[in-house]
């Protein structure tokens, strides 16, 4: 068994600024199989990754390929090894040609010396057609920033091909950006690579992937090494016990649904905005929460950010406790008493560099507000201390910067600053994006906590597990239209994804 | 999805691009055949030689800045830098008694330094190039103030000294093309050759682009960056010699106009304010746009004044048209 | 104060070294330097020194808070300088015309409020580079200012019409304190409780810190940001118009070195994208125009002071940068 391994990393440590993220951790590869690294955030999976792909150095321990100590220093290192990664942020100068994106920072040369053109388009096709009909889409000659999240991972995959033989190519994230098409695209060529012999390390946090793809998995946990299973043998109740380490039920007690008022908070009325969605029409009771589910793409938070005024909608009317209100600011929304939690907490949720008073009060300045209508700073500190008491958010104080809080702990003043607004309607878009299970966990109790005080939630999610485990009622949408309403009682996976799905 | 509607998104993107060199073309020639028609001598051999004698200057610093932005940095110190050029060549040829090309020389280098100080504070030190090229503009204008005390060198004795800007090679019309002219030319050639055919030209293009990709793809930024901003001081000291060489002075302030004038002419020609795309071709045309605007605005009869507004509405239209906004 | 342990208390002092010890450390910077320049000249430290160089200090004083507000931002306005010298020419202007001082003086507000305007359009809405945008405003306005003066000052010392400016701006007090110094320690005075206690003041900092944030917040983001070209715009015409009635007057080339003083000053007063206060810039003021009049009074020519004042921000720009690395 062991001759058959290529790369093998053993005691791998690293640290950041003193603090350690790879604890003496271990892997090893073989041709021909997809190992997947799961562990949750934070757990040095993608550390593991980059070191071996000469993106970080490490700090001790040894890496061997072929059973030879090699030494990785940089990514030229590692490319000369033939291991390649496909970064999860994928690199490209987005004005050069794909040609180029193939071969940057390396291109062919004549031998003046200078860029040769013909040799690079020339070595561009036939890396194309080393890909077989995986680049049959791909064109060497367009212009990479006009092309699509699929087409850059393509790239980003030929770049590997372009010198030696790839041996070890790392996937980090691959799915987190691509469309369906695309995700099953990108399987499709994965499992043409490993039949050709190349070892394939995939980093995900989709357990579905895991199973999908891999053949062995090695799990992670706050950057020590779990363990190592064949996929084949291992269920996902085994896999989620090794990654957190403790039985955990994450979504709470059963259901209760007798905090659900007859009362309609919200409703819907023929939203549409150009392709990304058509036709949607739902509502939303006091105390409910209302899970909406489809694949990334399928309109979902574009046509929360329509209905909240973050970005225009064509047509469409929004009834607020019965009463119609015009909404094209999130201002209006605001007033209308709905409150938006966004997919992206760093860049759209949370000022980070602002403290958490500030973060707090800035959705509802009347609050803070004497009579002159002169900020009140005494109020608003009162103010910004209740808000954080409402999930018990673990800070220092209500000055700290909002950066300097764990991912759980952002997303409970997201939420809190909402609460504090008076939020009636709550719709919350990926709420645990980026959070690991522990903080999970807290999240959605306070999603139930909220539901419980009589506050409408719409969850929107493309993780299946989390809208059957908090949802009340769930909407489907694929390809901008809702494709089913279904009360959740006992429903399974299968019934719910197959509306996920276009026919 | 997105097979069909990739392709089709392609072909706008591409159109787009070509289609801006086109309408900027257009422009070009009917603002000449404008000044035509206003002024007689406009399009007379002479004043055509002449245009090009006047965008010699200007064309230089073009390249300078379009390099700069091509690594989403400006250098706000061009025009600072090529005065400083001009005013050192004159100074140690009249107060020093240095001999010309020595000056010359001497005046490369000082471009140099000044692109080294821009580029090393920006690359490795982290400033935002615009603050450090702000504030060596400044260091700059105080220096070339404690030298000159506020007044040009007159440079009416030294021969030699003219020879750059004024010296006939050919003779059109009864004007003669300097080796100024042909120095622009030469320097374009070789832009385009930089940008096209070198390594280190496509890098500037990735630094620009996705720096992230660039660090990834083993480029090195740093040297990337010293590179632009030393080749704009250099490029920008030879522009203001070369100034100083036509007009036959050393003046303390010539380059008021420049720093803006080469972003107008750069972003005209299709440069991006935010990097990662450029074309030394429209950057010549842009140039020249600016050039003839301001060459035939003189023809005509326009009074210095209104080119100052001009110049502002210039840029900030050629910037409206280049900024990328998000629908 | 939900939770308090080691790491907490540790956390905040760090908070304290960061942002709280910036004014002192820039007062030390001050008294130090201060100190320097009255050990190479004794009359330095005198009352008729410090009221001169506050006097010399008000012109850039001024502007530099709405440079400074619109650094909260992210944004720089170059073309303060140009503005300033378009309002102290057409408060002149008018007057020369006959039209009373208020009025005129509100007319020229007026004017620095639609060029903040037209820069508030061109950066927050059409989303241009606000650097080379005011710039390019600058040489616009140069423009404007040449077409109608010629190039030439406008002298407001033997005419009557002026009296009431001039009269005004030349007003001392406590002996020696002029009315620009007294109108600069207010603006300051009044921006800061303005960024403090306002909604509006308050969205700047917000929309500086994270303008998608705030966008989803529910503040009006474009206003934000053309009001704060709005401001900074206002104020170089105050600026302008003091300058104006003080010098006795209003000349086109005001402007050559108040866009740099001023961005130098805000970078100094550790002014960066949704952090500042008026309490640092104003120090930050205090230190440029100390060491521009420690080495007048050494007997330094004039052209050093570019210098100086260039180096003082590639220095203020390092120090930061290494900040924001740790």
């Known amino acids: 068994m062991s001759e058959n391994i290529i790369l093998k990393a053993e005691n791998i440590t690293k640290s950041f600024y003193g603090n350690k993220v790879l604890d003496n951790v271990q892997i090893a590869l073989k041709p021909g199989k997809v190992h997947a690294l799961c562990g949750e955030n934070g757990a040095g999976k993608s550390t593991l990754l980059k070191i071996i792909t000469g993106l970080y150095t490490k700090d001790s321990g040894s890496i061997y390929m072929d059973g030879k100590e090699i030494t990785v220093n940089n990514v030229d290192d590692a490319k000369k090894y033939g291991i ?47 890909l077989g009909k995986h680049g049959e889409k791909i064109n060497i000659h367009d212009v990479a920033g006009d092309l699509g999240m699929g087409a850059w991972q393509l790239i980003e995959i030929m770049r590997a091909f372009a010198g030696e033989t790839p041996r070890v190519i790392a996937f980090d994230e691959p799915t987190s950006s691509l469309s369906d098409s695309e995700v099953e695209a990108l399987f499709a060529l994965i499992n043409d690579l490993r039949d050709r012999g190349v070892a394939i390390v ?63 908070a919200l409703e819907v009325k023929n939203f549409s905005h150009g392709k990304d969605y058509q036709n949607v029409n739902l509502y939303v009771r006091k105390g409910e929460i209302l899970g909406m589910y489809g694949l990334v793409g399928a309109g979902r938070t574009e046509f929360v950010r329509g209905l909240f005024g973050a970005d225009p909608k064509d047509s ?28 992206n907490r760093r860049e759209e949720g949370l000022m ?152 | 999805m997105s097979e069909t509607t990739q392709i089709v998104k392609v072909k706008r993107k591409m159109n787009r691009d070509t289609r801006q060199s086109i309408v900027v073309l257009i422009a070009l020639v009917v603002m000449m055949a404008f000044f035509g028609i206003m002024s007689e001598y406009f399009l007379k051999p002479s004043n055509l030689v002449t245009l090009f004698v006047s965008a010699v200057p200007l064309g230089l610093i073009a390249i300078a800045q379009s390099s700069c932005l091509l690594t989403g940095n400006f250098d706000m110190s061009v025009g600072m830098v090529a005065s400083l050029g001009g005013i050192i060549w004159t100074w140690l040829i009249v107060d020093l008694g240095v001999p010309t090309y020595a000056a010359f020389a001497i005046g490369l280098v000082a471009g140099l ?215 | 104060m939900t939770v308090k342990n080691k790491t907490g208390v540790k956390s ?16 030390l910077i001050l008294i130090v330097v201060s100190l320097i320049f009255t050990g190479f000249n004794k009359n330095f430290m005198s009352w008729q020194n410090w009221s001169s160089i506050l006097l010399t200090a008000c012109t850039v004083g001024i502007i530099s808070i709405g440079q400074g507000v619109c650094k909260m931002a992210d944004y720089f306005d170059l073309s303060v300088g140009m503005v ?134 529910g503040i009006n983001v474009i206003a934000v940001q053309i009001s704060i070209f709005i401001l900074c715009d206002i104020l170089a015409v105050l600026s302008g118009i003091l300058y104006a009635g003080r010098m006795g007057t209003a000349t086109a080339f005001l402007g050559a070195t108040i866009p740099m003083e001023s961005i130098a000053v805000a970078i100094l007063g550790g002014t960066v994208a949704g952090h500042g206060n008026m309490l640092q810039t104003f120090l930050a003021v205090l230190i440029i125009f100390v060491v521009k009049n420690g080495l007048i009074m050494m007997g330094i020519p004039d052209f050093y002071q570019y210098i100086a004042v260039g180096l003082i921000m590639f220095i203020a720009v390092m120090v930061q940068v290494e900040h924001k690395g740790r």
């Open chain 3, 84 to 217: 300033a010298s378009l309002g102290g020419l057409l408060v002149a202007f008018l007057l020369q015309a006959g039209v009373p001082l208020l009025i005129a003086v509100l007319i020229a507000i007026i004017m620095g409020a639609v060029c903040g305007l037209l820069a508030g359009v061109l950066v927050a809405y059409l989303k241009m580079n606000s650097f080379i945008t005011t710039f390019a405003l600058q040489s616009a306005y140069r423009g404007i200012i040449y077409i109608f003066t010629d190039g030439f000052p406008i002298s407001m010392t033997m005419k009557e019409c002026f009296v009431p400016l001039t009269s005004f701006c030349q007003k001392t007090f406590f002996g020696s304190v002029q009315t620009s110094v007294i109108a600069m320690i207010v603006l300051y005075v009044v921006v800061h409780l303005f960024l403090t206690y306002t909604k509006l003041g308050r969205s700047i900092f917000l929309v500086g810190g994270n303008q998608k944030c705030a966008h989803i917040c």
């Open chain 3, 12 to 27: 905040i002092t760090q908070k304290y070294t960061m942002k709280q010890m910036q004014p002192v450390l820039l007062l």
């Open chain 1, 202 to 264: 995939y980093v995900t946090h989709r357990m579905k992937e895991i199973f999908q793809l891999s053949d062995e998995i090695s799990v992670f946990r706050d950057g020590k090494y779990v363990g190592s299973r064949l996929t084949a043998e291992t269920t996902n109740d085994d896999l989620v016990a090794m990654m957190i380490g403790r039985g955990l039920n994450l979504y709470g007690e059963k259901k209760d649904r007798k905090y659900i008022q007859d009362e309609i």
């Open chain 2, 113 to 327: 330094i000044s692109g080294l100080i821009a580029g090393v504070t920006t690359a490795y030190m982290k400033v935002p190039a615009w603050i450090s090229t702000f504030a060596l503009m400044q260091i700059w204008n105080g220096v070339i103030l404690i030298i000159t005390n506020g007044d040009a060198y007159r440079m009416t004795k030294y021969n030699d000294f003219k020879w750059l800007g004024q010296f006939k090679i050919f003779s059109i019309d009864g004007v003669g093309i300097p080796p100024a002219v042909f120095i622009l030319i030469l320097a374009y050639i070789l832009f385009y050759i930089l940008l096209k055919y070198t390594k280190l030209g496509r890098d500037l293009y990735v630094i620009g682009g996705n720096q992230e990709a660039a660090r990834n793809a083993g480029i090195n930024i740093n040297r990337g960056i010293v590179f632009v901003f030393t080749m704009s001081g250099v490029l920008s000291s030879l522009a203001g010699m070369l100034f100083a060489s036509r007009s036959g002075s050393g003046q303390p302030i010539i380059g008021d106009f420049y720093s803006m004038h080469a972003i107008a002419g750069s972003v005209i020609g299709g440069t991006a304010m935010t990097g990662g795309k450029t074309n030394p071709i429209m950057t010549f045309v842009g140039m020249m746009m600016v050039t003839v605007l301001q060459n035939g605005l003189n023809m005509i009869g326009v009074p210095a004044y209104y080119q100052h507004l001009v110049t502002g509405a210039i840029v900030i239209l050629a910037i409206w048209v280049q900024t990328e906004r998000r629908k």
């Open chain 1, 84 to 130: 390649h990664v496909v970064p999860q942020e994928m690199q490209m100068a987005r004005h050069l040609t794909v040609a180029e994106n193939i071969f940057l920072g390396n291109p062919p040369k004549n031998k003046f010396g200078f860029v040769d053109w013909k040799a690079m388009n020339k070595r561009a096709a036939e890396v194309k057609a080393m």
């Open chain 1, 352 to 503: 980070l560099r602002a403290s958490l008073k500030w973060n707090l009060s800035m959705t509802n300045f009347p609050a803070i507000m004497n009579k002159l209508g002169l900020l009140n700073l005494k109020k608003e500190k009162a103010y910004a201390e209740k808000g954080m008491q409402i999930f018990r958010v673990k800070a220092t104080g209500y000055d700290m910067e909002a950066g300097g809080l764990s991912g759980g702990n952002q997303q409970k003043v997201v939420l809190s600053k909402w609460v504090m607004a008076d939020c009636d309607v709550l719709i919350v878009d990926e709420p645990t994006r980026g959070i690991d299970v522990g903080a999970k966990a807290e999240v959605y109790a306070s999603l139930r906590q909220l539901a419980e005080q009589g506050k409408a939630i719409i969850m929107v999610s493309s993780e299946l597990p989390e809208i059957l485990g908090v949802s009340d009622r769930i909407i489907v949408m694929c390809e901008g239209k809702v494709t089913a309403e279904m009360q959740n009682d006992d429903l399974t996976e299968e019934d719910v994804i197959k509306y996920a799905f276009s026919n």
């Open chain 1, 316 to 343: 469409g009317t929004v009834l607020v406790g019965g009463k119609e209100v015009k909404i094209n600011h999130p201002r209006k929304a605001i007033k209308a008493g709905i409150g938006l939690a966004t997919e």
